[in-house]
């Protein structure tokens, strides 16, 4: 194996990784990699129980968040505690998710597209795109840039960081894709760990299954398999 990577994953909500890419982040974990992840809101919007409160759903959504990354192999996480349901990429955001890539320091990110997908419009809630936007502004200019959000180094002493590959889940246009067949069975453990979102969590393995294996048969993977789609963009 080449050096172990540093890669932060970025996204709206607690269980978007899951969905979007649990089997490539079990892949890299497991070949050594460290992974992080970055989550803009704690999801207080989510659940079907309207007899708690949002902050106290907000605590579940980051316990069951926890739990999940660790079935993958990932035990450092930053919640950054955006309203869920009302993400705008505006440069409070920025700024946030560039505090945490100079912080964290990546080789690559994962986060998501910040283009809407019409043929899966589930996958293009408008928190996902304005978390996507916003991370690819982070990523360039102002991460890497020592005058952008100045106060990241001059009071907090965070040194510019570029980043030099970035992968985008769930646009149009996927150009990589990961066999994700023998990660199969960590990614539905990982999804499961999210009981407050599940309404058929019998029915999830049968449709992560049909997902899966629709990516693999556009990747050029073939039957039998299963795989996660990212558009791979050079951002050094």
Known sequence: MNSPLTILNI???PDDLDFGCAGTTATLT???HRVVYCLVTDGQAGGFDNTISRERMAEIRREEQTRAAK???????HFLGFP????V???ELRKAISRVIRQVKPDR???????????????????HLA?????LAAIYPDSRNEFAHIGLLSEEGLQPHSVPETWLIGGPDCNHYVDITPMFDRKIEALLCHESQMQDSEGLPAMIRSWGERVAMEGGLGRGRMAEGFRRLNTA
Do not use: W
């Open 71 to 77: 079935v993958l192999g990932v035990t450092e996480l």
């Open 84 to 87: 869920d349901g009302a993400v």
């Open 131 to 135: 978390a996507g936007e916003a991370t």
């Open 11 to 13: 996204a709206a909500h």
């Open 109 to 127: 990110i994962l986060t998501q597209s910040p283009i809407r997908n019409l043929d899966r419009l589930y996958s293009s809630h408008p928190d």
């Open 30 to 32: 497991d070949e050594g």
């Open 89 to 91: 990429a505006d440069l």
